[in-house]
Each structure stands twice: as structure tokens, then as C-alpha cells.
């Protein structure tokens, strides 16, 4: 049991990491990316209809250019949002996100109607744009604090430093970072991670019982943002239920009905409003079909690791060491496998591309971070896995900043991975170990990599063992 004031510096090494990210991120957003695009701006419209016109009918949304309210003036429907089974223009992307931005997107536009004119253009901005950047900020927040309680949780495998230092290293490079300030539903995944993290690492407390329901709650409303949640969160129940089975254990009847109902019956409602609105459980991506390809799966499980503009490495490599750390941790991680497993494969098999279209590096793997930062933290007690995590820090550190300075850098270029290249000779040689799988590469190439990698990966293990035993 930590002391009080054990305790309290642990709460602040774990504030001011979280400020460390919050700040990287927010300063980033100030100079430079992407305004509302690609799926961004048809998530907002479903929050601006129901902010102003109380409903998630947006045919009217569109017709009006309400875009220009949030930064994309003329935005066109496309086949974002099209007619369902009763008549009304819904949009494709599931609206729990666009649901839970509402008191963002409120406070926002009160905001943006402050400034004038005149300082809005000085800063190249116009009302709209500046509403959707006051909701970025209010998804770094969110990242932020999620990162916090994970820094917390930490501490009970590593050092409040250690975690503190793990914690910001994660959330100040890619994917965590290019995703921290996009109106995608990878935030709020994250969030609730890290809030399953910290209840499963964290020393038992009076108030368990009621962070359980509020997380139960959490994990069962979460696919109400995207509908592949709905394997992810039973993933997720197992961890929490292997990891904290004596808070589940001393629930009573009455609190473990209350605690099915709050997990299971927001997903109920969500399968019930997709039947009735598509005349499928899956929602408005499997009307015709399941989005999912045993083909797909084959390029998918490599690429969104080892691509090398899409996948994790490529903007990551931090992340090299996660397999050795992940076995040498394996009695503290071994429980996550299960919602790492039924949210990867999922997603590597993804019809539409495991890419995630225009979208930074990993965008689907995001939530799994925090299982993987647990796997370094609890592995960072081998003298080997240390001196790997800081050679490994260096790379990582030139890439942050690279991408903090060119955010554009992030998104898919024609040209190749920008900030690698942007790195000069180094960085072009790094891409180059990389396999092209997203661009039709062979996955033999790919393959190879990842034997390689299995490789390092055993030689770090065993030189950890090694030198642990001496």
C-alpha cells in the first residue's frame, strides 16, 4: 500500500505528463493539419443536427451547407449519409461519437461567435474553422486524462518517473498523437482503455465498486461509436474480470444485476436501433454484406504492423520492443490478448482497407496502445529492455518532431512516408527496411520482416533472462 505521500507524487509526475501531452498536441494543431476532412466534418453534421434541429435526419444539414459551421464550407453528402429504412437521410458512421460531442460542440460555437472578424483572418480562421479546433482541443483533453489514469496505473509496475516518462514518450508519437486532436472515434476507444488499464494495475480501493459501473457503462456504450467495438468490449470485460475478479467477487446480487444491465443493455439498444434504421445488426457498412475478407486479413495482419506508411513502425518504432516485453511480461499482460486479439484481427480484415483511408499511421490500433505501454512498463525491470527502450527512444524523439513540426507529414502521401523522408538518408533507409504492403507489395517481403522481428525479439528476451539470473 503506497503512503500518502506516495500518492500524491505519483497523482503529480502523472498530471504533468499528462499536460506534457496535452501541450505537444495542442501546439501542433496551432500550425498546421488537416482541417474537418475525410470523415471528420460528416461526424460533425450529425452533432450539428442535433444541436440545432434535434434529430439525425442531416438531408437538410446537407442541402443548407451547415459545413461552414465547423470548417468545411460545401461539404457534399456523398454516400456518407443515405436514405434508411424509414425514409430518413442517416448517416453511415455510427453516432455515438457525434452524440457525445454535443456539449463540446455547444460550448464551441458560442465560442466562435466571440472573436472578430477581423482577429479570426489574422489568424487565418473563420468562425466555422475555429469551432472545429475548439473541439480538437477537447479531444486532446480527453486523450490527456486518459493518459493520466494510465500513468497512475503504471506506477504500480514501474516508478512514478518511469511511467510518467513511458506515458508521454507514448502519447507524444504516433498513432496516439496524430489521432489525439481528429474527430474520430479512436479517442474516445482510447479513453476508456486506459480507464480499464487503471482499474485493472491500480491497489484496491473503497471506490472500486462504483469505477467498475462507471466503466461497464463506458465499455457498453462505446459501440455506439463504431460497431467494431462490439467484439472489442467482451475482450475487454474478460481482462477486467481476470485482472479485478475480487471487486466483481464482492459486488452483490443487486449490484451485479445493475452492473450486467449498464454493460449489456446499451449494446442491446444498439443492435435494435441498427435493425430498425438498415434492417441489419451491423449497421449501415453491412447492408449488403459483412465488411470483412479472409484476403484482406492477409496483407492486414502485417501491414497494420509493419507497413511502411501505414502501419505502426513506421512512425512508431518505440514499438519494436513490444513483443519481447510483452513475453517477459507475460503474467501481468497475458489477460489483454483476448480484446487485442478481437480488435486486430477485425481490423486487419477490414473490406474498406485496414489503412483507414486518408488517416494517419495505425489509426484502429490506437486503443490497443496503453495494453502495450502496460507490456514495456511491466518489462522495463530487465537492464536489456531499458538500454533497447532508449536506443529505440531516439529514432522515436527525431520522428515526434518531425511530425510536430510538419503535421501533414502524418497523413498518406503518394510520395511516400513524409516524415521518414523528411529525416533525409536515415529515415529513406529505415522506409526502405519496411515492406510496401498497402501499395501492393509482396507480403513474402513482409513476412520476412516480421521474422526478423521475431527474431531481435527472442535474442532480447533471452539476453533480458540472461542477465536478470546473473
Not at 55 to 70: E, I, K, P, T
Not at 88 to 105: E, K, S, T
Not at 332 to 339: G, Q
Not at 437 to 464: E, R, Y
Request: overall charge positive.
Amino acid at each position: 500500500m503506497l503512503s500518502n505521500g506516495s500518492v500524491r507524487q505519483v497523482h503529480r509526475v502523472s498530471r504533468k505528463a499528462a499536460l506534457a501531452v496535452f501541450l505537444f498536441a495542442w501546439t501542433l494543431i496551432t500550425h498546421g493539419k488537416y482541417s474537418a476532412s475525410g470523415d471528420e466534418p460528416h461526424y460533425l453534421m450529425v452533432t450539428h443536427s442535433i444541436v440545432v434541429d434535434h434529430d439525425m435526419d442531416v438531408a437538410n444539414n446537407y442541402a443548407d451547407n451547415d459545413g461552414r459551421f465547423f470548417g468545411h464550407d460545401r461539404l457534399e453528402m456523398g454516400l456518407h449519409a443515405v436514405p434508411a429504412r424509414n425514409g430518413h437521410v442517416r448517416p453511415i458512421h455510427d453516432v455515438g461519437l457525434a452524440v457525445a460531442l454535443v456539449p463540446a460542440y455547444f460550448i464551441a460555437q458560442h465560442l466562435a461567435q466571440l472573436p472578430s472578424n477581423a482577429v479570426l483572418s489574422r489568424f487565418r480562421m473563420d468562425r466555422g474553422l475555429f469551432a472545429y479546433s475548439i473541439v480538437s482541443v477537447f479531444l486532446i483533453a480527453v486523450t490527456a486524462i486518459g493518459l493520466m489514469l494510465l500513468a497512475d496505473g503504471l506506477c504500480c509496475l514501474t516508478s512514478p518517473i518511469a511511467a510518467a516518462l513511458l506515458v508521454v514518450a507514448a502519447g507524444v508519437s504516433p498513432p496516439i498523437v496524430s489521432h489525439s486532436f481528429l474527430v474520430f472515434p479512436e479517442a474516445l476507444a482510447l479513453f476508456v482503455t486506459c480507464l480499464v488499464v487503471w482499474l485493472s494495475l491500480r491497489p484496491a480501493d473503497k471506490n472500486d465498486h462504483a469505477l467498475l459501473m462507471a466503466i461497464l457503462f463506458a465499455l457498453g456504450v462505446l459501440p455506439w461509436a463504431h460497431h467494431k467495438y462490439l467484439l472489442y468490449v467482451p475482450g475487454v470485460l474478460f481482462a477486467i474480470a481476470w485482472k479485478r475478479w475480487d471487486i466483481i467477487r464482492a459486488l452483490s446480487n443487486r449490484e451485479r444485476l445493475v452492473a450486467i444491465g449498464l454493460f449489456g443493455l446499451p449494446q442491446l439498444a444498439l443492435l435494435v436501433w441498427s435493425w430498425n434504421e438498415w434492417g441489419t445488426l451491423g449497421g449501415a457498412l453491412t447492408t449488403a454484406r459483412l465488411p470483412f475478407s479472409a484476403n484482406m486479413l492477409k496483407a492486414g495482419i502485417l501491414g497494420l504492423w509493419f507497413d511502411r506508411q501505414s502501419g505502426l513502425l513506421a512512425y512508431a518504432p518505440l514499438y519494436w520492443i513490444v513483443p519481447a516485453c510483452w513475453y517477459l511480461a507475460r503474467k501481468t499482460t497475458w489477460p489483454f490478448l483476448v480484446p487485442i486479439v478481437l480488435l486486430y484481427v477485425p481490423a486487419a480484415s477490414f473490406t474498406i482497407g485496414w489503412w483507414a483511408g486518408f488517416s494517419p499511421a495505425a489509426r484502429y490500433l490506437v486503443p490497443l496502445i496503453p495494453f502495450f505501454v502496460v507490456a514495456i512498463a511491466g518489462a522495463l525491470r530487465y537492464r536489456a529492455i531499458r538500454v533497447a527502450a532508449l536506443v529505440l527512444l531516439v529514432p522515436q524523439v527525431f520522428i515526434d518532431a518531425v511530425v510536430w513540426q510538419h503535421p501533414r507529414t502524418l497523413w498518406p502521401s503518394a510520395d511516400g512516408n513524409g516524415a521518414l523522408r523528411t529525416l533525409g538518408a536515415v529515415g529513406r533507409a529505415y522506409e526502405a527496411t519496411l515492406p510496401a504492403v498497402q501499395a501492393g507489395g509482396s507480403l513474402a517481403v513482409a513476412v520476412d520482416v516480421a521474422v526478423v522481428a521475431l527474431a531481435a525479439s527472442a535474442a532480447l528476451v533471452a539476453l533480458s533472462r540472461r542477465r536478470n539470473s546473473t
